[in-house]
């Protein structure tokens, strides 16, 4: 379910913009969507669309933070079998 349809949006194309007025959300009458997300200079770093495509230019030390937060999560839960991700953010702080 897109975001236009979880909010009954009837009227397109349907529009998000963020506070600098960039636009983080766009979904059209046919269902297709993208969304973007930019960084604190207005740079386009990610975008996303319905159909798979996925632009990611965000900074290593970002995607390192993620990944980290989430082996955090899943170690206060009990997970332990995260072997593959410690090791890919090892990779990536190189």
């Known amino acids: 379910m897109t975001i236009a349809q979880q909010l009954g949006i009837t009227r397109f ?6 506070e600098a007025g960039n636009e983080i959300y766009y979904e059209d009458s046919e269902g297709y969507w993208v969304k973007v997300e930019y960084d604190d200079n207005e740079i386009e770093i990610y975008s996303e669309d319905s159909q798979g ?10 995607l390192i933070s993620q990944l980290e937060e989430i082996v955090s999560r ?9 072997q593959g991700i410690k090791d890919a953010i090892a990779e990536l702080k190189k």
């Open 13 to 18: 194309p349907f529009r998000i913009k963020n």
């Open 53 to 62: 495509r996925i632009i990611d230019n965000r900074p290593k030390h970002a």
């Open 74 to 82: 899943l170690e206060e839960d009990g997970l332990y079998a995260l």
